[in-house]
């Protein structure tokens, strides 16, 4: 059976890990309460998941420690407030360590949904922006992550399921029969005993590409079709549209380091530059923004891509504000 927390006990989880990170660094933390954490993560995955997350929003919180606090300082007319004829001695106050706790705690929910939005919470396994990363699964099956892609992993004794929260991966499965594995993706789910095959999850939609292999694919009227290596298939939650990549070779391009267009809108191809490039390239001519984009382009040389926009479309415009902020208009 699967350990994975519904959504309220992944929150409920999250905040107990915050307060067992909160007291550790409270500066009074005794050895009891330290085996007690050690016995809480160990007692189910999802609580070591739990501390795993809250570990991460501590170290990004790194550089905001000893900054101050907004409002902590006296408003001015405090600042300049006539002192008592008779100062009144004051025994400096120290917060009890469970009111630290939940400070602490709601400073690192709050952090949380900023510095890892919803689909990093509930991820096994994350990339950044023009990151990308292979590992293996417990099964033996091997998955290469794309750029700005958060997976969770979900076994159990009869199948192998892995939840694509965003971006796109590359599966190579281990054959099990008795085992299958089911990549879901939104609504949409792809089923498969052993075969390749790339999956990106769009906003509307889940686009699934077939190397080798067949794999049975269903949307979330489980409505199902079948694919067989060199088809692609676009699945909303009404519809399944098949296709036919030519040559299939140009399936998962991005595992080779290439980005390719063909004949994508203006809109699209600028649309995926972004997914890769550091920074942000922004289209403010709409009237150009279905004119049709080809060509095959390096993830390492982006610019590169940026400026063969102008030679498909000779009526853009390119203004490189910074490094990081090109307008095409």
Same mark, same amino acid.
């Given at each position: 059976?699967?350990?994975?927390?519904?959504?309220?006990?992944?929150?409920?989880?999250?905040?107990?890990?915050?307060?067992?990170?909160?007291?550790?660094?409270?500066?009074?933390?005794?050895?009891?309460?330290?085996?007690?954490?050690?016995?809480?993560?160990?007692?189910?995955?999802?609580?070591?998941?739990?501390?795993?997350?809250?570990?991460?929003?501590?170290?990004?919180?790194?550089?905001?420690?000893?900054?101050?606090?907004?409002?902590?300082?006296?408003?001015?007319?405090?600042?300049?407030?006539?002192?008592?004829?008779?100062?009144?001695?004051?025994?400096?106050?120290?917060?009890?360590?469970?009111?630290?706790?939940?400070?602490?705690?709601?400073?690192?929910?709050?952090?949380?949904?900023?510095?890892?939005?919803?689909?990093?919470?509930?991820?096994?396994?994350?990339?950044?922006?023009?990151?990308?990363?292979?590992?293996?699964?417990?099964?033996?099956?091997?998955?290469?992550?794309?750029?700005? @892609? =958060?997976?969770? !992993?979900?076994?159990?004794?009869?199948?192998? &399921? #892995? +939840? %694509? *929260?965003? /971006?796109?991966?590359?599966?190579?499965?281990?054959?099990?029969?008795?085992?299958?594995?089911?990549?879901?993706?939104?609504?949409?789910?792809?089923?498969?005993?052993? @075969? =390749?095959?790339? !999956?990106?999850?769009?906003?509307?939609?889940? &686009? #699934? +590409? %077939? *190397?080798? /292999?067949?794999?049975?694919?269903?949307?979330?009227?489980?409505?199902?079709?079948?694919?067989?290596?060199?088809?692609?298939?676009?699945?909303?939650?009404?519809?399944?549209?098949?296709?036919? !990549?030519?040559?299939?070779?140009?399936?998962?391009?991005?595992?080779?380091?290439?980005?390719?267009?063909?004949?994508?809108?203006?809109?699209?191809?600028?649309?995926?530059?972004?997914?890769?490039?550091?920074?942000?390239?922004?289209?403010?001519?709409?009237?150009?923004?279905?004119?049709?984009?080809?060509?095959?382009?390096?993830?390492?040389?982006?610019?590169?891509?940026?400026?063969?926009?102008?030679?498909?479309?000779?009526?853009?415009?390119?203004?490189?504000?910074?490094?990081?902020?090109?307008?095409?208009?």
């Amino acid at each position: 059976m699967s350990t994975e927390p519904k959504p309220d006990d992944a929150e409920r989880l999250l905040e107990r890990a915050c307060g067992w990170l909160s007291r550790m660094h409270s500066g009074d933390f005794s050895l009891a309460e330290q085996r007690q954490l050690e016995d809480w993560r160990a007692a189910d995955p999802a609580h070591d998941r739990a501390w795993q997350q809250a570990r991460k929003v501590w170290r990004g919180m790194e550089g905001l420690r000893g900054r101050a606090i907004p409002g902590s300082e006296p408003l001015l007319h405090e600042r300049y407030r006539k002192p008592q004829s008779r100062p009144i001695r004051e025994t400096p106050y120290r917060p009890p360590r469970w009111a630290l706790a939940i400070a602490c705690s709601a400073v690192l929910a709050v952090t949380l949904a900023v510095l890892f939005p919803p689909p990093a919470w509930r991820a096994d396994y994350l990339t950044g922006k023009g990151e990308q990363r292979s590992l293996f699964l417990a099964d033996g099956s091997r998955v290469t992550l794309n750029t700005a @892609t =958060a997976l969770a !992993v979900h076994f159990d004794d009869s199948v192998r &399921r #892995v +939840e %694509l *929260l965003a /971006g796109e991966a590359f599966f190579e499965v281990a054959k099990n029969a008795q085992r299958p594995f089911v990549v879901n993706a939104g609504g949409s789910e792809v089923w498969a005993i052993g @075969t =390749a095959f790339d !999956v990106q999850r769009q906003s509307a939609q889940t &686009r #699934v +590409e %077939l *190397l080798e /292999g067949i794999v049975e694919i269903r949307n979330a009227q489980q409505h199902r079709e079948r694919l067989t290596a060199g088809q692609s298939a676009s699945i909303d939650a009404d519809n399944i549209a098949l296709q036919t !990549v030519n040559p299939p070779e140009s399936m998962a391009l991005w595992r080779e380091g290439y980005l390719q267009f063909d004949g994508v809108p203006l809109r699209e191809a600028v649309a995926q530059i972004n997914q890769y490039r550091p920074g942000r390239v922004l289209l403010l001519n709409p009237a150009l923004a279905d004119k049709r984009i080809s060509g095959l382009f390096r993830l390492d040389a982006l610019d590169q891509a940026i400026a063969s926009l102008k030679a498909a479309v000779p009526e853009l415009e390119i203004t490189n504000i910074t490094p990081y902020l090109v307008v095409v208009r």
